[in-house]
Structures are given as structure tokens and as C-alpha cells.
């Protein structure tokens, strides 16, 4: 396979288990805390990665230590931020707005690359973004245009955009990682920074009387979002960056409403129509434009 191949399927493996993470997020919104349940998740996260990763990081400790701002801020942004505010998004918004504003993360991510990276995008890239949109959003509208008017916006939906420029700095800043650091060594580094820099709102939700249930809700859900969304989800997209950049690996998170479709589809007995076929090909075409033209990116 090709060094584009695998980033592919890399890519699609995160996105895969980031649609399972939307899934979850809306259906405990009622019962579990976002702080708390995205707390746990990358407490459970480290733990679990301690006996594999430790090791590795004391190996790598010289790297860890020179380039400690940048992984520090990398935590900050792809962990601890990016999902606590998507979680309280979830909170308040409908599924359709949060897929809908899912799926600007591209854009937000090639506008921050040609800033900071001095990437060149493409017109090529600029219309396989705005054609897999049109896909997104013909997907969770449920082709009817006419349920467009009646989508109403509330507070949760400035959490989710503000979550997808957060992981648009994430993804760009992906890009600045020092050569020798190893995935499993990166993953830890942002839970153990995530797990620390949510512990205090942890505390205060906690005060406030909310609290992840220890039934089994409770535990299937962290355990989820802590081995699949985090650990197998994380170690896929940013391999896929190193291979490819973040703005083409970036394009395929527009599968996240794909596999999440395809996810309820499978476990919640919904059914198969027209209007999901439709949509997944104009996605699927949109990626293709987006990510097979030629771009400018630095070599990883």
C-alpha cells in the first residue's frame, strides 16, 4: 500500500470512531457531565496506556522535555479543549446542527494551514471541501431543503464551532512534531496534559452535584470514549497527519456524519433511504476532489 493509502484508512479509522463518539456524547447528555465524562476519559486513557507507554516516554524523555510547550499545547488543544467543548455543545444543540458544524473543521483547519503553514491550497481543495459540506448536509437534513429554515441555533452550536477552530490548531500544530517522538509516546503526553488541565472543573462540576453514574451507562461510556475515541482514534488521525498534512487528512472527519448514519442504521434499527445513498456518494466525491489534487504541504 502506498504511504496515501494508509493515511487513508487511518483516517477513516478515526473518523469511524469519532462518529461512534457523536453518538455517544448525544445519547448520555441527559446523565452524564461533559467535564466529567471528558475527564475520565483521559484519566482511563493514561492509565490503560501506562504500562506500553511509560517506557517509551522515559526513552524519549530528552525530546519530551526540549519540545514541552508545543505537546503541552497540543494536549491543551486536542484533548482537553476540543472535546469538553464538544461535549457541552451536545448539551444544548440538536444532532443535525452538531453534525452540520462538525463538518466545518476542514475549512477552519486549510484556512489556519495557509496562515501558519504557508500552505497553497488549491482551488481543487476549496471546491472537494464545499462538495462534501453539500453531501454532510444533504445527509442530515434528510434531503428535504425545506427542514433547512427551520433549524434553530442555539448556544451549544458557538461550542462547536469554537470546538472545530480549536482542532483546526490542533491538527496545524500536528504538523510541528519532533521527528523521533513516537505515536503511543504523543497520545500520553496529551491525556496525562488533558486529565490535569480538566481536573479543577472536574472538582467544581462535581460541587455543583454532577457526577458520572458508576452503573454500567456510566462505565461503557467512558470506556468507549477512552479506548476507541481516544486511544485508537488519536493514534490513527495523527499517524494519518504525519503521512499526508492536516488538511487532507483533515477531509476525511466529513465521514463522521457518513459512519455515524451508518452506526444507527446498524444499532438503532433506523432505516436505509434514498437520501443516505445520495449523500454519501457527493461526500465521498468531495473527498476525492479535496485530497487526491496536488498540494504544497511540507514533507513529514
Known sequence: MSKFQIAMMLALLAALCWAGNQVMGRFVRDTIPPIGLTFWRWTMCATLLTPFALPKLLKEWPIVRRNWKLLFGLGLLGSAMFQAMVYIGLHTTTAINGLLLNSTGPVFTLFIAMIVLKEKATLRQFIGIAVSFCGVAWLVLRGDL??????????????????????????????????GLSDLTLVYIVALV???????????????????????????????????????????????????????AVTFLHFIPVFGTILAIVFLGERLASYHLTGFAVVMVGVYLATMGKTNAPDA
Open 146 to 179: 425545506g427542514s433547512l429554515g427551520a433549524l434553530q441555533f442555539t448556544v451549544g452550536d458557538i461550542w462547536i464551532v469554537g470546538a472545530m477552530f480549536v482542532w483546526g490548531l490542533y491538527s496545524v500544530l500536528l504538523r510541528f512534531r519532533p521527528s
Open 194 to 248: 488533558a486529565a490535569f488541565m480538566l481536573s479543577p472543573l472536574m472538582v467544581w462540576e462535581v460541587s455543583r452535584g454532577q457526577v458520572v453514574p458508576l452503573n454500567m451507562q456510566g462505565i461503557l461510556a467512558v470506556g468507549y470514549v477512552a479506548v476507541f475515541a481516544s486511544i485508537v482514534a488519536f493514534l490513527s488521525f495523527n499517524a494519518a497527519v504525519a503521512r499526508i498534512g492536516p488538511t487532507k
